[in-house]
């Protein structure tokens, strides 16, 4: 038992980090879910410049780790003089990213509807919003549900990168423990299990709509 | 002062020099993971306590942060009498984090291959080994190469993560750079083209391969 005694003196302030992530990624999830449906759309009806400026904004944060984005963000903010905390910058930076992931998952789920459906719905004579709102996405969204899950369980990893850039959450606070207890592999390895007990939940709910969305079908 | 041409011209060499690193550090994750992830695929394929290992192992890395493995391996090791150094530590957590997606992924391409193969082959008096390396492997290869190639770029991305224990990447080049000068804009802006050039260059071969094995469609 001694060998656990660093992770038993300090199990409380893990939790309060594992707060601190949970409330990071729930802070980042909900701009990134509305703005990702948002830009699925724009890749499905949008034209012209609408959909090429789409495509840049994809190729742009494809191609650029997370980690290059939240450090500019945190040297960048200051010079600019915009006064936005930093949780503010480091959800901004998330939301914007996984917006992008989330825009393919959406995108994914309307396109493999089969086009039957779209022609049925316009020979009835309806309107393209009404099609949207009650044949295309409810359907599409829950086809995108087991992604959709996986990707915010991503989110959540993600969270971690931030205590690279100064904030103060789960990795961040038990970096700050091992540095008084000197213990890492113990206490790395309770924060590794914390994630995993917040990811693993998402990813059975995951596979719980999974199961759900074919039995629909 | 941003654009300042004489600072440019001192930045990319050092910046390239950290490039040489980080596409190290790619290529060797994700040739390792190639090869990793199919065993891992494997095992996850047959019957009895293997195939819990891997789902197990699968399952762990898919929902711990790469950060925190990279700090059990750099730190938690040294601590047991196991030091290893910042690259080796880097690359060994790349490899067990990315080669369960991969292994992931070998599992979809497995998966789509139709029962029937297998029984025919089985018919025809094929051994396993023969099986496999001739019919089966052929078409799950042509068809893993799109999902693939995420997975490559999604490797160059991760790499910037191993700045967190110091290796002399393109990331870790940049925070020395950004400090030492407090030109942000340049640095970053450097930063982020070199990456989009090798996430580029992953995908352009990707397409490649995706063009050259589309025989085994």
């Not at chain 1, 759309?41 to 789409?54: D, E, I, N, P, S």
């Not at chain 1, 309806?126 to 369980?153: K, Y």
């Not at chain 2, 063009?211 to 469609?217: E, G, I, S, T």
Request: charged share 10%; net charge positive.
């Amino acid at each position: 038992m001694t060998l656990l005694n660093p992770l038993l003196h300090s199990y409380w302030y893990l939790f309060r980090g594992a707060g601190m992530t949970l409330l990071m990624a729930g802070a980042s999830v909900v701009p990134a879910t509305v703005l990702g449906l948002l830009l699925a759309l724009v890749h499905v009806f949008g034209r012209g410049t609408a959909r090429a400026t789409l495509q840049v904004y994809l190729f742009i944060v494809r191609g650029i780790p997370l980690l290059v984005l939240l450090t500019f963000v945190y040297y960048l903010l200051p010079l600019t003089g915009i006064d936005l905390p930093p949780f503010w910058g480091v959800v901004v930076v998330m939301s914007l990213y996984y917006a992008a992931f989330m825009s393919e998952v959406f995108r994914a789920g309307i396109e493999s509807l089969p086009q039957a459906q779209w022609d049925a719905a316009r020979s009835l004579g309806m309107q393209r919003h009404l099609l949207m709102r009650i044949i295309i996405l409810p359907q599409a969204l829950r086809l995108a549900a087991p992604p959709f899950v996986s990707l915010c369980a991503n989110l959540v990893k993600a969270t971690s990168l931030v205590s690279i850039v100064g904030l103060w959450e789960l990795t961040m606070a038990s970096r700050e423990v091992v540095e008084r207890t000197l213990a890492p592999f113990q206490i790395f390895l309770g924060a590794a299990a914390i994630y995993f007990c917040i990811c693993y939940a998402m990813a059975l709910y995951g596979r719980y709509l999974e199961r759900r969305s074919l039995v629909g079908h | 002062m941003p654009f300042d041409v004489n600072f440019i011209a001192r930045l990319i060499p050092a910046l390239l020099e950290g490039a040489v690193i980080t596409v190290e550090l790619a290529v060797l994750t994700f040739l390792i993971c190639l090869v990793w992830g199919l065993l891992v695929a494997l095992a996850q394929a047959t019957r009895g306590p293997l195939r819990w290992i891997a789902g197990g192992y699968i399952q762990a890395m898919r929902t711990t942060p790469l950060l925190i493995q990279l700090y059990i391996i750099y730190f938690g090791f040294a601590m047991g009498g196991f030091p290893l150094s910042g690259f080796m530590s880097g690359l060994l957590a790349l490899c067990i984090q990315n080669g369960a997606y991969v292994a992931e992924i070998y599992r979809g391409g497995l998966q789509s291959i139709s029962q029937r193969q297998f029984e025919a082959g089985r018919a025809l008096g094929m051994r396993r080994w023969t099986l496999y390396t001739t019919v089966i492997m052929p078409q799950v290869m042509a068809r893993v190469i799109p999902p693939m190639t995420n997975q490559a770029i999604s490797i160059i991305k991760d790499t910037s993560q191993v700045a967190a224990i110091a290796v002399m990447e393109m990331m870790k080049v940049a925070e020395v750079w950004v400090e030492s000068s407090a030109n942000t804009y340049d640095v970053f802006a450097g930063v982020a083209i070199i990456y989009l050039v090798l996430t580029s260059i992953a995908g352009l071969i990707g397409k490649a391969a995706e063009h050259r094995l589309a025989f085994a469609q």
